[in-house]
């Protein structure tokens, strides 16, 4: 069992797009993969499955932290013809599903055929505070419902829940996406996180380099 407070046996590799500036995460158990977002893109997806494979473990998970394309898009690229579980909050899950015609009105003409014919949908949705474990390692959901996208959540790593992927809960130091115009809304996630997460929790963001500064403080400034 590992120390009270310890990290859990977790290694985090981030993926940046090289079609978009965004981030998905291969978190790396100590016998698989779980990744965390799929970028946009067929290249991009293309890539970041490279990167898994790279690792030479098998690919476990896929996990989603919100509805927004350049976050699951490359997910039919990046699983291929693996069955495997690709998780996400069941409103994160719904409001794709409800979204992804609209979507692809608007990014065909942007993308053309870097943005995916076919998408792959979540094949299995859980509950806020339920957990879904791989190699002994709890993946607990935190559903924030809307936010930055119509429907945000985090994903939190470990007992300790000392690793979290906030997906676009805050921006870092990069433009940030409000037309979805739920802003009210995603400042009161941030004041949820800031209250929920572990103290000296890792959160890794769905977008920008890590920075030193305060995320959540810059994205409040933003936002107001």
Known sequence: ???????????VHRYAGSAMPVNAYLAETPGGVVVVDT?????????????????DKPLRAVLITHAHPDHYGGTVELVGSDEIPIVAATGVDAVIRRDDEIKEGILRPMFGEEWPRERRFPNQTISDGESISFDGVPFTLMDLGPGESPHDSVWLVGDERLIAFAGDTAYQHMHSYLADGYWEQWLANIGRLRSELAPGAEVHFG???????????WQEGYIN
């Open 207 to 217: 977008h920008g380099d890590p920075g030193a500064t305060d995320p959540f403080e």
């Open 39 to 55: 970028t946009l893109t067929v290249s991009d997806a293309r890539a970041l499955r490279e990167r898994a494979d790279d690792l």
């Open 1 to 11: 069992m590992p120390e009270e407070g310890a990290r859990p046996e977790v290694r």
